[in-house]
């Protein structure tokens, strides 16, 4: 599995700009940073919002709007390992895989989601719905193995709870249930 | 033992992240007081309540806070707060419940800070994997200041303060409160040079203050309380109570709050269930990932404080972030995990820790696999001393830390792979075997 | 002054110099890849770490700002193996290049090896691979598995052009420096990033596979391209001009010049030299040449003189003082404006719109004579003109006209050398001694790097020649002679010495016609 993150930036859709009903939404960023360069990782974030991934041409954009050479936001785009410079499949899958995890079976998850998602090498299933990833640690080691399915977090993951979310995601199921709830378990009372 | 949840005293009310319920369970109640305190005053109080930054670095935080010039001094620029809460210290997730659960509680302490260092726009800048709780703080903000408690003339006091919130994209470095700055600021995450050190010269050139989510929880407390309630807390110096994110190899992993001092070896027996049945404890990384490693001898000895981690085993409290690690453990595989995430996280500024991490990750997959001979051991320790300290921030120490303690501690794991290879004994892949059982409680 | 301390040695230095800088005035060399003293600091290679005494961790010199009492060493064992260490982390991913790589030779990479590396390779492990060989630029070829990241050429960009075009890309040992895709360098200074590269990441195209530069010598001369007069460094060997590096004056330009500075190297020994003297098209020695302009101006009537703006102060004071002494009627003029064909760009680095390098000079001889006439004079005049005697300047070219006679030394073919009825070669700034004095009014030294070009003499002995023939010489046997006579005569030179015009050169007095603070000096904005 390689990362769509570290790609190259290998096409672009040709020149874009923003959408008017966002508009507001831009100027409203730009207003909270004493500096318009401040305000790109939030441009970058609404643009991959928008967009899905960063082409060249959508890092033009965000450089046109905070007014820099566009050599700086790509510079930006490729330091965060979040902001997509290749584009992804419907959900993007991503195990931890650092030490909490994997001392809790991180890594059995990621071979059996790679059965299930059924793969290829860069961690995409033939039905393009899924990009499987492997990443560093998301801040849940107490709640490992977990894995972050775009912006939602599974935790305490086993191969069976994979496969219904799995099959959850599949059949269209909103992606809106387990979010972490520290509710799920009880806090000892000190 | 007994003492307050001052940090987590709100988690297990349904609905606490709402202004409501904060309100109701005495969130912001002490605003008003703080507000209508001295800038300097308030400083005291955290001065003398002995609070220390909970990021990591535990430097004390009045102390900080004393730091930023005064309004005479500043040459017209602003003050800028920035709340940490880029929390992406292996093994840590305290801050991603403060956030969740109390949000309100951390805007209180911000709003606190923010008066007695005289800054009027603050930031908290959160990790972008916690995109869920980027849009919580927002709707706290939301509610917040349409309660008046932020925005001009905070219930009525006079003070003003804005608050935005500010989306990181996946880089641990961005918790080095320098490269939080350089992030803030729109450039890649990576630190700055010191000094000029923050406090005086940091967003945007002006005097800048960076405290986690944790310290700034723990202030409206010590406003209402006072100085000398916190320090009744805890030890003689590390006062108060501290939230540990407890994850490895126990019964009950999750995050808990006690008493600084609290016994190591109770935090692991009770408070996390203990180890699973049949089970002996190999290790324990107190810390967070990048703090070196104790041996079970060291934690029986230790108590949950950052002297005595320190002296006794040479470690350091860090994040709190505690990672148990127990005899199925493979404690080469779980350093090249462990040196991966470093190489993948290095921002790549200086040259020791950005080309010698990825090569010790190489050279621990080597050891790993029964592919190394005892000279790579050699140079495994001399890289990491040769990036420990030569570096701009402190990322270099913590990617050195755990290599040269792990040899020192554990050398015998390491030896032992050596041998097998030399009589060409295939290893094995996992860290631990798979045990979905270890989960929950 | 703060005094420190540099391996015991004491040394005073301004507040705010660093240890770098500092350690260099006691003859300690603290080797580094990142500091560049026209660039802001990064403190990112760490080469320069040194030992503080009495301090608990070693820290980078180039960020440490020297203040009372600071003692730092350079020569323990552990500041040895700081050094070491950088340099096995440097060259862990380093590709094994340098039998193909024109940075041979003045590679940091290979000179501090040999000075601070010296150790057993242990690097194992299998390099990480970037893009090599790309073309981003005019003059410039990146190879990015080449870079040691240390951010000079990024700085450059955003400090220097602000122009932002190179960055580093991603992070950890995958950082790359490279270009936005498929932009290239916009710029007119795209040398610089090949000269303050450490290593061969960034090559000049020029330049690159034309010679091992440790066959080249280097003289200290200044850039004949325009008024600026960047400072430089003519880089020859066996009498072949290779390459101009700037050198660094940070009263003009700092350590940087333009490529349009470096692109004169090719014209040197170009098609357009003139190698020969003419008269009537007829190629003849320069004595012949020399006697048959000598009768020209005798039998004349009315003679017209145009002083070099390209030619240098001791070549203009020469042709002055000819004149004045021997041709009495004769009227001098200053034609300005730039040669037909020169490059019509200019910004406010240091590209000066006015492409003579000594225009200055020029001036200040006018203003000492006072009876030196204008373009627009010589332009009205000229039909009455039986001769006109041009040097260097393509008088035809800028005028559109020309006496009955016209009379040509220059180095160049031109307008004013193809319609010449006597031309005499003179030699390239490259060829002799002599001075320039730049648009601030600094005067500052050209020096001889290589041999004349075919029969081309120094102007200055031109005119010592020809005075001769018309009766009397300008009498100044040596170039500093003719320096010299000059500084004594003009007030606003007073004192100078060729000598000692040195490597930084000398500002002229201020200009007493000026009112105060209104001198018409440009500062140079790098």
């Not at chain 2, 007695?116 to 919580?136: L, M, Q, S």
Request: overall charge negative.
């Amino acid at each position: 599995m390689s990362s769509p993150h570290d790609a190259p930036v290998a096409a672009s859709r040709g020149p874009v700009e923003w959408p008017e009903t966002l508009l507001p939404q831009v100027q409203d960023i730009l207003s909270r940073y004493p500096t318009k360069q401040a305000a790109v990782m939030p441009l970058l974030w609404l643009a991959q919002d928008i967009w899905d991934w960063l082409d060249l041409d959508v890092m033009r954009l965000v450089a046109r709007t905070i007014e820099v050479p566009p050599s700086q936001v790509h510079a930006v785009a490729s330091f965060y390992s979040m902001f997509k410079k290749a584009p992804t499949g419907k959900y993007l899958v991503q195990v931890c895989q650092t030490l909490s995890c994997a001392l809790v079976g991180a890594e059995g998850i990621i071979k059996h989601l790679e059965k299930a998602l059924d793969v290829d090498a860069h961690g995409n299933s033939k039905d393009g719905l899924f990009t499987l990833l492997r990443v560093e640690c998301l801040a849940s080691c107490g709640s490992a193995p977990m894995m972050q399915v775009n912006e939602h977090f599974y935790e305490r993951l086993t191969p069976e709870t994979c496969d219904q979310i799995i099959a959850g995601l599949r059949s269209g199921k909103p992606l809106s249930l387990p979010r972490p709830e520290v509710d799920v378990w009880t806090f000892p009372v000190s | 033992m007994d003492f307050p949840r001052i940090l987590s005293g709100n988690w297990e009310t349904p609905n606490s992240h709402t202004l409501p319920v904060a309100r109701s369970l005495g969130v912001y109640g002490r605003l008003e007081k703080a507000l209508r305190m001295q800038p300097t005053e308030i400083v005291q109080v955290v001065k003398d309540s002995g609070l220390r930054g909970r990021g990591g670095a535990g430097f004390p935080t009045g102390m900080k806070w004393s730091f930023v010039p005064g309004p005479d001094k500043r040459g017209g620029k602003p003050v800028y707060l920035l709340c940490n809460a880029d929390e992406s210290e292996p093994g840590t997730f305290k801050d991603r419940y403060c956030m969740w659960k109390d949000p309100h509680l951390m805007i209180e302490g911000m709003i606190i800070a923010a008066h007695a260092i005289g800054c009027k726009v603050g930031y908290v800048y959160i990790r972008g994997e916690f995109r869920y709780i980027y849009d919580r703080l927002w709707e706290a903000v939301h509610e917040a200041r349409a309660a008046g408690l932020l925005g001009n003339n905070i219930l009525g006091t006079g003070v003003d303060f804005e608050l935005h919130i500010h989306l990181g994209a996946g880089a641990y470095i961005c918790g080095e409160e320098t490269a939080l700055i350089s992030s803030l600021e729109g450039f890649k995450g990576q630190p700055k040079l010191k000094p000029p050190f923050p406090a005086v010269e940091g967003a945007w050139r002006a005097p800048t203050i960076v405290n986690n989510v944790e310290t700034l929880s723990a202030v409206p407390w010590i406003i209402e309380h006072g100085a000398a309630a916190y320090k009744a807390l805890g030890t003689e110096k590390s006062p108060g109570t501290k939230l540990f994110s407890c994850s490895g190899h126990i019964r009950k992993p999750g995050v808990y709050e006690v008493a600084l001092g609290y016994p190591m070896k109770d935090l692991i027996e009770k408070e996390c269930g203990g180890l699973l049945p049949g089970r002996t404890m190999k290790a324990v990384i107190p810390g967070g990932s990048s703090v070196p490693i104790m041996t079970p001898a060291e934690v029986y000895a230790c108590t949950m404080d950052y002297e005595s981690i320190s002296t006794v085993a040479g470690s350091y409290l860090g994040s709190g972030g505690m990672i148990v690690m127990d005899d199925t453990t493979d404690l080469v595989a779980a350093l090249a995990n462990l040196l991966r995430f470093y190489a993948h996280e290095s921002c790549g500024q200086c040259t020791p820790c950005r080309e010698g991490c990825g090569w010790m990750y190489h050279i621990l997959c080597r050891v790993r696999d029964n592919c190394a001979t005892a000279e790579d051991l050699v140079t495994l320790k001399d890289l990491a001393d040769n990036i420990h300290s030569k570096t701009i921030c402190f990322f270099g120490a913590s990617a050195a830390m755990p290599v040269q303690s792990f040899l020192l501690k554990f050398k015998a794991d390491f030896i032992a792979r050596i041998e097998a290879a030399s009589k060409g004994i295939a290893s094995g892949t996992h860290i631990a075997p798979p045990s979905p059982a270890t989960v929950g409680a | 002054m703060p005094k420190v301390k540099i391996n015991d040695v004491e040394v005073e230095v301004p507040a705010g110099t660093n240890m770098i800088e500092a350690a260099a005035k006691v003859g300690v060399e603290i080797p580094h890849y990142c500091y560049h003293p026209n660039l802001s600091i990064a403190g990112n290679c760490r080469m320069c770490l040194v030992d503080i005494v009495g301090g608990r961790a070693p820290d980078i010199a180039c960020n440490m700002q020297a203040r009372d009492g600071l003692a730092i060493r350079t020569d323990t064992p552990a500041v040895k193996k700081m050094r070491q260490s950088v340099m096995e982390f440097l060259l862990v991913n380093h590709p094994l290049d340098c039998p193909i790589c024109d940075q041979s030779g003045e590679c940091r990479l290979q000179d501090y090896y040999m000075e601070h590396g010296d150790y057993d390779s242990r690097g194992i492990e299998e390099k990480v691979s970037k893009k090599k060989r790309q073309d981003i630029g005019d003059k410039i070829v990146l190879d990015a598995e080449r870079c040691v990241e240390c951010s000079r050429c990024v700085r450059f960009g955003d400090e220097v052009t602000g122009t932002g075009d190179l960055r580093l890309m991603n992070r950890g040992d995958h950082t790359e420096i490279g270009m936005f895709p498929g932009e290239r360098l916009e710029h007119h200074y795209q040398g610089n990033l090949a000269d303050i590269c450490p290593v061969g990441a960034l090559t000049n195209k020029d330049f690159r596979f034309q010679r091992r530069v440790w066959y080249l010598r280097e003289t200290a001369s200044v850039c004949g391209g325009c008024a600026t007069g960047c400072n430089i460094q003519v880089c020859h060997q066996e009498g072949e001009v290779f390459r101009f590096l700037p050198r660094r004056n940070d009263a003009v330009n700092k350590s940087w010049m333009c490529d349009h500075g470096r692109d004169q190297v090719p014209e040197i020994a170009g098609l357009k030299r003139i190698l020969r003297s003419r008269v009537n098209g007829a190629v003849v020695d320069v004595e012949a040449a020399l006697i048959a302009l000598a009768e020209r101006l005798k039998s004349a009537k009315r003679v017209g003189v145009v002083l070099g703006s390209r030619a240098t102060n001791e070549a203009n004071w020469g042709l002055l003082q000819v004149v004045r002494k021997n041709l009495k009627s004769a009227r001098v003029f200053v034609v300005g404006g730039n040669d037909p064909g020169s490059v019509e760009y200019a910004d406010a680095l240091l590209v000066d719109a006015d492409k003579n390098p000594n225009s200055a000079g020029v001036a200040l001889l006018a203003a000492y004579d006072g009876q030196v006439e204008t373009s627009e004079a010589l332009g009205s005049a000229m039909s009455d003109l039986d001769v006109l005697v041009v040097l260097e300047d393509d008088v035809l070219g800028r005028l559109g006209k020309s006496a009955a006679t016209l009379v040509y030394l220059g180095a160049f073919k031109n307008k004013s050398s193809e319609h010449a009825d006597v031309v005499i070669p003179v030699c390239h700034s490259v060829e002799m001694d002599g001075s320039y004095i730049n648009r601030q009014g600094r005067v500052q030294r050209i020096r001889r790097a290589v041999n004349a070009a075919g029969d081309s003499l120094p102007a200055w002995l031109v005119m010592e020649r020809l005075g001769a023939k018309l009766g009397s010489a300008p009498g100044t046997g040596m170039v500093a002679a003719a320096f010299n006579a000059m500084a004594k005569a003009v007030p606003r030179m007073a004192g100078m010495d060729f000598k000692a015009l040195g490597e930084a050169g000398l500002l002229l007095a201020a200009d007493p016609s000026q009112p105060e603070g209104g001198d018409a000096r440009v500062e140079t904005s790098v």
